[in-house]
């Protein structure tokens, strides 16, 4: 394909080949930031192929070993051969280098990045022109393209730091937790003992709360979204299994302690409905957003909850639930691990657009009625334990199972967390009402 002239640097790449043969021990500098497919013109790949290969037996490059290594192409031979090795030695970065040789590799990505939005987007164009394609998946795979171009411009942006820059980054956060006192390095989930042990939900961060079915995970993730909505910490919640109508009535009921059962089975009397009004107009003024489309894909679900962040300034995002979104992958297991992935992308994606966090709801495999949940019983993958942050299982003190409106005492055990310790939590469920309150 042919590219437009205006993303297309050949004398910034011709530079920067220059610099690295010139400096070789400079080099890694910009080998952090582009490899050989980042240079648009086919010799200009060849040559910094050589030189990787030449560095990877150990050896200091010069152009006398990349010679060695490409004469007989004919791309090179055509070019000129050593002297051409020699012209691009005399263009490197005159002062210096070691600023320039960094400055000279993005330029190279960025156009690169752009030469590939170019790309994407004209395939895009094709794609939509085929009737035969449905505009959902166009539109899909557009988002997708889009996503791993996103993730290659972070990459970049997030590559190898020193310790020195890093404390400058952490400095204005320690600054903040030492002059308030008592203030946690994430915000606050409502309830103070689970904040006591899992300091809060921290900037970035993925937490999978997993339960058993009827156990109360939604309704444990709704009482959190109220408390932190409650604060004017604004809450998204993409609700892959409920419509968003019934999840709005629980919030009510909950707001209220109101008997949910009686509203829905037409049981309310006249004192039950006069507790409803007030309930729905403080929920109403709550900045809490609810998206109830079902089996989204992986990849389409991270790109609203980025969206949510940015326009809605969503700082808790919530996804009921992790098993109901559809990704790439051979097996089962391999689909919940594309999801998975993308889930923990979309979390530290929150972390640095607005210091956001993530709760992911899980399914669990069957586990026996008076047997503790444990990490190897998270459903279809091992990926879902590796990319959270914090798990957390909701299960029975006692080992029953009362029913989803009975009352009862519930256990969250915090069994993995990178940010604290591990331990237990111990609430009262008011069922009617689905409510979670800390035991006394």
Excluded at 67 to 94: N, V
Excluded at 234 to 263: K, W, Y
Excluded at 342 to 366: D, K, P, T, V, Y
């Amino acid at each position: 394909m042919n590219e437009p002239k205006s993303l297309l640097d050949l004398e910034t790449e011709r530079e920067l080949l220059g610099t690295c043969i010139a400096y070789p021990k400079l080099a890694p500098l910009a080998l952090e930031k582009i490899s050989p497919e980042h240079l648009s013109q086919s010799l200009h790949r060849k040559i910094l192929m050589a030189f990787i290969a030449t560095e990877a037996i150990g050896k200091e490059p010069s152009e006398f070993d990349i010679d060695s290594r490409l004469s007989g192409d004919s791309d090179y031979d055509s070019a000129g051969g050593l002297r051409f090795l020699i012209e691009l030695h005399s263009s490197a970065a005159p002062c210096k280098p070691e600023t320039a040789i960094v400055g000279l590799a993005e330029a190279v990505r960025r156009n690169y990045l752009r030469r590939k939005f170019r790309n994407e987007a004209d395939a895009a164009a094709r794609r939509a022109e085929d009737k035969l394609n449905p505009i959902a998946d166009v539109i899909s795979g557009m988002r997708e393209s889009v996503t791993a171009l996103e993730d290659e411009s972070q990459d970049a942006q997030r590559s190898m730091a020193s310790i020195a820059s890093i404390t400058n980054e952490m400095a204005p956060v320690l600054h903040k937790l030492s002059e308030k006192r008592g203030e946690m390095l994430g915000f606050s989930t409502g309830f103070r003992r689970l904040d006591r042990l899992s300091a809060g939900l921290p900037p970035g961060s993925l937490t999978v709360l997993a339960a058993r079915p009827s156990m109360g995970k939604t309704a444990f993730a709704l009482d959190i979204a109220l408390r932190v909505a409650m604060n004017g910490i604004p809450v998204a919640i993409f609700s892959l299994e409920t419509q968003r109508e019934m999840l709005n009535l629980r919030m009510v009921c909950r707001h209220g302690r109101i008997d949910l059962s009686a509203i829905t089975s037409g049981r309310a009397d006249d004192d039950v409905w006069r507790e409803v009004a007030p309930a729905v107009a403080t929920v109403r003024e709550l900045p809490i957003y609810i998206d109830d489309r079902p089996r989204v894909k992986a990849n389409d679900l991270r790109w609203r909850i980025r969206s949510a962040a940015r326009r809605l300034n969503a700082r808790l995002v919530i996804v009921d639930y992790l098993q109901l979104s559809t990704g790439k992958g051979d097996t089962r297991n391999d689909e919940v691990a594309t999801v998975s992935g993308e889930l923990q992308a979309a979390a530290r994606e929150l972390g640095h657009i607005n210091s956001g966090a993530l709760i992911a709801l899980s399914q669990l495999n069957r586990v026996g009625d008076r047997e503790r949940p444990r990490l190897s019983h998270l459903r279809d993958s091992g990926a879902i334990e590796q990319d959270a942050d914090a798990v957390w299982f909701l299960c029975e003190s006692d080992g029953t199972r009362p029913g989803q409106f009975a009352p009862s005492t519930k256990d969250l055990e915090i069994a993995k967390s990178r940010n604290g310790p591990t331990g237990i939590v111990c609430f009262d469920y008011i069922g009617q009402c689905m409510a979670f309150e800390e035991h006394v």
